[in-house]
T-cell receptor, first 109, second 114 residues
Framework: EDQVTQSPEALRLQEGESSSLNCSYT??????LFWYRQDPGKGPEFLFT???AGEEKEKERLKATLTKKESFLHITAPKPEDSATYLC??????????FGKGTTLSVSS | DARVTQTPRDKVTEMGQEVTMRCQPI?????VFWYRQTMMQGLELLAY????????DSGMPKDRFSAEMPDATLATLKIQPSEPRDSAVYFC????????????FGQGTRLTVV
């Protein structure tokens, strides 16, 4: 059973069309939830860490939120340069990051 | 500009050959991870080290994979013998303070076994 599930698998947006990506998790004793961005041919790039339900973090057009069962990555007025695969990861005590399979975002102008 | 450095970036090898991938973690980071990425499985943890000691290598096929940290500036992942199913992108990441903090990834080694 997957511990981290991301949806949708792929998302196509027009420039300026806001949307949200979802990451649901089933691990107990969550120590942290992490969002990464991955461009083709590159390694994942760290974006945010969230540690407790209700926490929110923002960076430019991105805002991450966390509840007890899921996290959302909100993208406001996206631009073509926001096109990438967004990965969510969680960890429990004593474990390394467990990744979801990602959402591939395409933003067209 | 602190970053994780992986070599080689690309490797094509024949089935049965030994493959060695190298990683230089960010200076001062005490935790090093090895992940493998495929289209089907996504990012899978192979092994991780803290202060050069292996903490978890349960994701590695033990009969053919081995991971070591000869010193604090070098981590290696070896596959012997390699098989076509090992074809994937292998990432090294490093972090500071254990597993509850963010990990910073290298650019990966794309391995193709023919």
């Amino acid at each position: 059973e997957d511990q981290v599930t991301q949806s949708p698998e792929a998302l196509r947006l027009q420039e300026g069309e806001s949307s949200s990506l979802n990451c649901s998790y089933t691990v107990s004793g969550l120590r942290g939830l992490f969002w990464y961005r991955q461009d083709p041919g590159k390694g994942p790039e760290f974006l945010f860490t969230l540690y407790s339900a209700g926490e929110e973090k923002e960076k430019e057009r991105l805002k991450a939120t966390l509840t007890k069962k899921e996290s959302f990555l909100h993208i406001t007025a996206p631009k073509p340069e926001d096109s990438a695969t967004y990965l969510c990861a969680v960890n429990q005590a004593g474990t390394a990051l467990i990744f979801g399979k990602g959402t591939t975002l395409s933003v067209s102008s | 500009d602190a970053r994780v450095t992986q070599t080689p970036r690309d490797k094509v090898t024949e089935m049965g050959q030994e493959v060695t991938m190298r990683c230089q973690p960010i200076l001062g980071h005490n935790t090093v991870f090895w992940y493998r990425q495929t289209m089907m499985q996504g990012l899978e943890l192979l092994a991780y080290f803290r202060n050069r000691a292996p903490l978890d290598d349960s994701g590695m096929p033990k009969d053919r994979f081995s991971a070591e940290m000869p010193d604090a500036t070098l981590a290696t992942l070896k596959i012997q013998p390699s098989e076509p199913r090992d074809s994937a992108v292998y990432f090294c990441a490093s972090g500071l303070g254990g597993t509850s903090t963010e990990a910073f990834f290298g650019q990966g080694t794309r391995l193709t076994v023919v």
